[in-house]
């Protein structure tokens, strides 16, 4: 199996500053023949269920704003909020795709400081 | 706008089988190429991914969870099932049902996820 994990577990920051969230991965989730990472992220407010954000570990699903943007290849990827607003209040997941069992991370908990 | 609706028995006795079905609405699940799964999510813990199953048979398992899930889909009813044999404490959980995609040749990310069934398993 896969194993993400994601860092830090939580984090607060003001309203208007970056967040950054961080996801490695035990092997590689990148395939060098198609140049894609095989990587997704949600967010997952209190009481919802998860929201795909991001595929292909720098997409933005339709109407996700463009304050969210994502980056990285191989093992090491991040989320990265570039002006945190309220509604962002929120735990964050990485999940890899690239391979079964396909596995998430232990999530990483943004508030408002 | 497709939509995904989970149901089914809140409460499971220990050794007792988990059954819970998704409706799905606003799309078929034998429309394209796209596969349909099962994640849960402990209380106040992370995902973790149970099954996926598409409308030809094929389905993907969670070794971790093997031999006790089995997933099945009507294609008839626009539903497919979960069922989950001889639970215990450690099943219970939020219970989410939602789309997978096929894309690029590979069974991807969850774009459509169901609000999500709290299941408890308490004698």
């Known amino acids: 199996d896969i194993m993400m994990t994601q860092s830090p577990d939580s984090l607060a920051v003001s309203l208007g500053e970056r967040a950054t969230i961080n996801c490695k991965s035990s092997?590689?989730?990148?395939?060098?023949?198609?140049?894609?990472?095989?990587l997704a992220w949600y967010q997952q407010k209190a009481g919802q269920p998860p929201k795909l954000l991001i595929y292909w570990a720098a997409t933005r699903e339709s109407g996700v704003p463009d304050r969210f943007s994502g980056s990285g290849s191989g093992t090491d990827f991040t989320l990265t909020i570039s002006s945190l607003q309220a509604e962002d209040v929120a735990v964050y997941y990485c999940?890899?795709?690239?391979?079964?069992?396909?596995?998430f991370g232990q999530g990483t908990k943004v508030e408002i400081k | 706008q497709l939509q995904l609706q989970e149901s089914g028995p809140g409460l499971v006795k220990p050794s007792g089988t988990l059954s819970l079905t998704c409706s799905v609405s606003g799309g078929s699940v034998s429309d394209g190429s796209d596969f349909w799964g099962w994640i849960r999510q402990p209380p106040g813990k992370g995902l973790e991914w149970i099954s996926s199953i598409h409308y030809s048979g094929s389905i993907y398992y969670n070794p971790s969870l093997r031999g006790r899930v089995i997933t099945a889909l009507d294609t008839s009813k626009h539903q497919f099932f979960l069922n989950l044999t001889s639970v215990t404490d450690a099943d219970t959980a939020v219970y989410y049902c939602?789309?997978?995609?096929?894309?690029?040749?590979?069974?991807?990310?969850?774009?459509?996820w169901g609000q999500g069934t709290q299941v408890a398993v308490s004698s």
């Open positions: 999940q890899q795709f690239y391979s079964t069992p396909w596995t």
């Open positions: 939602a789309r997978q995609l096929f894309t690029s040749g590979w069974t991807a990310w969850f774009q459509h």
């Open positions: 092997q590689t989730v990148s395939r060098s023949s198609n140049n894609k990472n095989y």
